[in-house]
């Protein structure tokens, strides 16, 4: 097998964000100019793990891991270079040529490169059908009557299926494998095994995976004046499961790296009338009801999600079973909040009401603790008049309240339902008590938790600091400037004596030698490739998170290269010296020891002397 050529790793690496990638695994936070999360190759509790987006690399300052996207993979995955860089040519559709890859076994997920392909096509075909033929002026009036800007509809790639069916032709005249078209849930099939296009008449709504890839439509008709279905959803097929897939995730996801949250929507409509009003962190489920594999989904992207469905009694009743399902879930970090619409309107029709700025006021305002709702939600259907319904009320209401953890929170709560129906405070907090005995609670099982502000500015942990001598920070400082300016490499260079005092930072400096004679500018993400081990990687992510300044000073640099050749390497024979004249001592050697006095004075006067001209 063929080493695979730099300029195919170069482009399957700068194919995707590293943020992305690991975003897959670690839920990442923006904090500051980098994404920080708990790390995934040691155990933690406060996040050490940086991921730097500008210069694509990561660094945890707490077990001084370091890479790209591929050693993140390589580290989490245990496996190979070679297979790292095939998956990530694999995510973004890359083809890598047979001879720089093991063909035996047949490269993996070749079908599914074929279906994201396919479904590509099919897109593109029908969002020009939509924006650029008469077939698709109806389906584009309809958007535009709903609020649908073009720069919406190009955002989300919307398209339009019209009543000829074109798309079985369109791949027939590129020789697509029939196969191939069957799999791709495109089409449907007769008895006679006569496929058919699927979507006919109907405004097209890509699906995305979390990769941005299309995977899936769903197809809305343009009237209602039928019996078929309003919404129709691609089949499940080798590249599309709907119980793990979320309408615009991709987007959203790295939306709520900076805000913390995600907004779970109804419909696409929402998602999409969201995202104009600026509110780009909006998902949606398939069609289908929240599912489990959704919430652990949603869990690896952000701490909080905020449930926003219509205010009517089946939104209400499905803000109660995603919140369920939630707490049911088996992971606990994610918190969930609600943000209720009036009750017969959704957010697609608030934003064409109101507006999209008062629609992210609203967001913003309405959004209430899960408790909160269903302290109300609980009321539904009761007669509060009546004696045995507020009762049956008021037991519900208090096992709500027994789960919250804050004191200062369930007081809150005590005291609106004290107000509200006319009770005694206390007497309440004692049947909480009761509860808590009943239903088992050793301690308090919080339903809102209070996560940290992701909007502070990252600092490194204590406990993983790293604490260098004055040479190796010198020569820390001295290799980041020699990366990122010429000059300052050209400088260090130009004397042929320069060595570095400790060996990983020569290695260091050598591997950038050989990179400089390859490439013209240092880019982090491509030297790390370089790196084999992963202790120069570490070092390489301790060097890179250095808090320098742009400008160059050169008289630093001086200071730096004079604390590495001349000062450390005194330093050294100084403490030679001094265990050569404990020893002449300890035998009683006096004309040794003697002798030693006066070489470790000379080797004292000369450090002073050098500590002199740097302070001047």
């Known amino acids: 097998m063929a080493k695979i050529p730099r300029n195919v790793i170069d482009e399957v690496r700068n194919s995707v964000d590293i943020g992305d990638v690991i975003g897959r695994y670690v839920q990442l936070h923006q904090a500051g100019k980098n994404l920080i999360g708990l790390c995934p190759f040691h155990d933690e509790k406060t996040p050490s793990f940086s991921v730097n987006e500008e210069k694509q690399f990561f660094y945890c300052f707490g077990c001084h891991r370091s890479g790209n996207v591929f050693q993140f993979l390589m580290e989490l995955k245990h496996i190979d270079f070679v297979d790292a860089v095939k998956e990530i040519a694999n995510d973004s559709n890359i083809e890598i040529p047979e001879q720089y890859v093991n063909t035996s076994p047949k490269p993996l997920n070749n079908e599914t490169q074929q279906l994201l392909k396919l479904h590509d096509k099919a897109a593109k075909l029908y969002?020009?059908?939509?924006?650029?033929?008469?077939?698709?002026?109806?389906?584009?009036?309809?958007?535009?009557?709903?609020?649908?800007?073009?720069?919406?509809?190009?955002?989300?790639?919307?398209?339009?299926?019209?009543?000829?069916?074109?798309?079985?032709?369109?791949?027939?005249?590129?020789?697509?494998?029939?196969?191939?078209?069957?799999?791709?849930?495109?089409?449907?099939?007769?008895?006679?095994?006569?496929?058919?296009?699927?979507?006919?008449?109907?405004?097209?709504?890509?699906?995305?995976?979390?990769?941005?890839?299309?995977?899936?439509?769903?197809?809305?008709?343009l009237t209602n004046e039928t019996d078929l279905p309003k919404y129709l959803n691609s089949p499940e097929t080798p590249i599309f499961n709907k119980r793990r897939?979320?309408?615009?995730?991709?987007?959203?996801?790295?939306?709520?790296?900076?805000?913390?949250?995600?907004?779970?929507?109804?419909?696409?409509?929402?998602?999409?009338?969201?995202?104009?009003?600026?509110?780009?962190?909006?998902?949606?489920?398939?069609?289908?009801?929240?599912?489990?594999?959704?919430?652990?989904?949603?869990?690896?992207?952000?701490?909080?999600?905020?449930?926003?469905?219509?205010?009517?009694?089946?939104?209400?009743?499905?803000?109660?079973?995603?919140?369920?399902?939630?707490?049911?879930?088996?992971?606990?970090?994610?918190?969930?909040?609600?943000?209720?619409?009036?009750?017969?309107?959704?957010?697609?029709?608030?934003?064409?009401?109101?507006?999209?700025?008062?629609?992210?006021?609203?967001?913003?305002?309405?959004e209430e603790t899960t408790v909160e709702f269903y302290l109300r939600f609980l009321k539904n259907g009761k007669n509060l008049d009546n004696q045995s319904e507020l009762m049956s009320y008021l037991n519900q209401a208090l096992k709500v309240i027994a789960q919250v953890d804050a004191p200062l929170?369930?007081?809150?709560?005590?005291?609106?339902?004290?107000?509200?129906?006319?009770?005694?405070?206390?007497?309440?907090?004692?049947?909480?008590?009761?509860?808590?005995?009943?239903?088992?609670?050793?301690?308090?099982?919080?339903?809102?938790?209070?996560?940290?502000?992701?909007?502070?500015?990252?600092?490194?942990?204590?406990?993983?600091?790293?604490?260098?001598?004055?040479?190796?920070?010198?020569?820390?400082?001295?290799?980041?400037?020699?990366?990122?300016?010429?000059?300052?490499?050209?400088?260090?260079?130009?004397?042929?004596?320069?060595?570095?005092?400790?060996?990983?930072?020569?290695?260091?400096y050598l591997l950038a030698a050989s990179y400089f004679s390859e490439n013209g500018a240092y880019s982090t993400a491509d030297f790390l490739d370089y790196l084999d081990k992963s202790d120069l990687q570490g070092t390489l992510?301790?060097?890179?998170?250095?808090?320098?300044?742009?400008?160059?000073?050169?008289?630093?640099?001086?200071?730096?290269?004079?604390?590495?050749?001349?000062?450390?390497?005194?330093?050294?024979?100084?403490?030679?010296?001094q265990a050569q004249l404990k020893e002449a001592n300890s035998l009683h050697n006096t004309e040794l020891a003697t002798q030693l006095t006066i070489e470790l004075v000379k080797l004292l006067k000369q450090q002073q002397r050098l500590k002199t001209e740097e302070t001047n």
């Open 541 to 577: 992510g301790q060097i890179e998170h250095l808090n320098v300044d742009q400008q160059v000073d050169m008289r630093a640099i001086d200071d730096c290269i004079n604390i590495i050749t001349e000062q450390t390497p005194l330093a050294a024979q100084i403490a030679d010296k």
């Open 245 to 366: 897939t979320l309408f615009n995730f991709d987007i959203a996801r790295k939306s709520a790296r900076k805000n913390g949250k995600l907004y779970l929507f109804e419909g696409f409509m929402d998602v999409i009338s969201a995202f104009g009003a600026g509110v780009t962190n909006g998902i949606a489920s398939m069609g289908t009801s929240f599912t489990e594999e959704q919430v652990a989904i949603i869990g690896r992207a952000t701490s909080q999600l905020d449930i926003c469905y219509d205010g009517d009694e089946p939104g209400q009743n499905a803000i109660d079973r995603a919140i369920s399902l939630v707490n049911d879930h088996r992971s606990k970090q994610l918190q969930v909040k609600v943000v209720q619409l009036p009750a017969g309107i959704d957010p697609d029709e608030y934003v064409q009401k109101y507006g999209a700025k008062q629609f992210s006021a609203y967001l913003v305002n309405k």
């Open 127 to 221: 969002h020009h059908i939509l924006i650029n033929t008469p077939a698709g002026q109806s389906a584009l009036n309809y958007l535009r009557k709903r609020g649908m800007s073009d720069e919406l509809i190009d955002q989300f790639g919307l398209g339009y299926a019209p009543d000829q069916r074109i798309l079985k032709p369109f791949f027939e005249q590129q020789k697509i494998d029939y196969q191939l078209l069957r799999k791709s849930g495109l089409f449907s099939e007769n008895q006679q095994g006569e496929l058919r296009d699927r979507f006919v008449e109907r405004v097209m709504y890509p699906i995305k995976n979390g990769q941005g890839q299309v995977i899936a439509f769903s197809g809305r008709l």
């Open 409 to 508: 929170e369930e007081d809150m709560y005590l005291q609106q339902l004290a107000s509200e129906f006319n009770l005694d405070r206390q007497t309440l907090r004692t049947q909480i008590n009761q509860l808590r005995q009943q239903l088992g609670f050793n301690q308090r099982q919080q339903v809102t938790r209070q996560v940290p502000t992701q909007t502070q500015e990252y600092r490194q942990p204590v406990q993983g600091e790293l604490k260098l001598s004055r040479t190796e920070l010198a020569e820390q400082l001295l290799l980041r400037y020699m990366l990122y300016d010429r000059e300052v490499w050209m400088h260090v260079t130009a004397d042929s004596d320069f060595h570095f005092a400790h060996e990983k930072y020569q290695t260091l």
